[in-house]
């Protein structure tokens, strides 16, 4: 199981300094992936935490990748339905030609009301926009071209797609996943609540005649308790799931490698 880490593109955290001594610490530390966020349009009443600051996520992956040399770079998850889908195609693909195909790729419908509304999105409709723009993602890295709208294009650059985890609960996330081929990019509360989703997911995919895409999983360790949070990677790790996303709450970046320091030595305990 790959061990990988949050990293806040939110809030006060979200500076140029903490961010970039953030990842390259990541990386120095042998963690396979460090992955952000997607909010766009945060109302002041819902900005705890955050003060309504994000930084777009494939934007600052982008810069990511040309401060970092190895250490993959995820998004989990990206919003499908707050951006037209051959803009992001371009996006992803330019990330991921530029950084090296080190971009993990996770992807979801989005919930929050307010946003949909300040894009003049209709999020009723957001599932269906989600499919379309899976399909169209898939078109775009499958051949150099493509056709939009009645017209054919050239997408170039076309490098290898990056992996694709679907976000989202069970079961709608899951039968998405199995439709696209892709994985799953669940949060998940404890090993035993993700067990028994990972049972979904085998179920529904043997119905649809598949096999379960990998699974990558979101979730929080209690590292103040170091057996405890050795215990919980061995249990996550014995679900076979592909990569475990750990996630950081932090203040200062003093604090963010502090954390990143206990996280290695439980892994480096194993």
């Known amino acids: 199981m790959k061990l990988a880490v949050t990293l806040r593109n939110m809030?006060?955290?979200?500076?140029?300094?903490i961010m970039l001594a953030g990842a390259r610490r990541a990386e120095s530390l042998g963690f396979e992936s460090v992955w952000i966020t997607d909010h766009i349009a945060i109302t002041p009443d819902d900005s705890e935490g955050s003060d309504g600051r994000y930084t777009d996520p494939l934007t600052t992956l982008a810069w990511l990748a040309g401060a970092t040399t190895s250490i993959k770079l995820g998004v989990g998850v990206l919003v499908v339905p707050y951006r037209p889908p051959l803009p992001t195609a371009k996006a992803i693909a330019t990330v991921?030609?530029?950084?090296?195909?080190?971009?993990?790729l996770g992807l979801g419908v989005g919930w929050m009301d307010?946003?949909?509304?300040?894009?003049?999105?209709?999020?009723h409709l957001r599932g269906r926009q989600t499919d379309a723009a899976l399909e169209f993602l898939e078109m775009c890295f499958s051949s150099d071209r493509v056709t939009s709208n009645g017209q054919e294009f050239l997408f170039r650059p076309r490098p290898a797609p990056p992996p694709i985890y679907i976000g989202g609960r069970a079961p709608h996330a899951l039968r998405r996943a199995i439709r696209f081929g892709h994985g799953w990019l669940p949060m998940a509360r404890d090993p035993e609540s993700l067990g028994r989703d990972l049972k979904t997911y085998g179920v529904l995919a043997r119905e649809a005649g598949k096999q379960p895409g990998p699974v990558t999983a979101l979730a929080g360790l209690p590292l103040d308790a170091p057996d405890r949070a050795r215990a919980a990677i061995s249990a996550y790790e014995a679900l076979g799931i592909e990569r475990l996303v750990c996630a950081a709450r932090y203040r200062t970046l003093e604090e963010y490698e502090s954390w990143l320091g206990m996280l290695a030595a439980l892994r480096s305990d194993d």
Do not use: K, V
Not at 114 to 123: C, I
């Open 114 to 123: 307010a946003e949909f509304r300040a894009l003049g999105l209709n999020r």
């Open 96 to 104: 991921q030609e530029l950084s090296g195909n080190r971009l993990l």
């Open 11 to 17: 809030g006060p955290q979200s500076t140029r300094e």
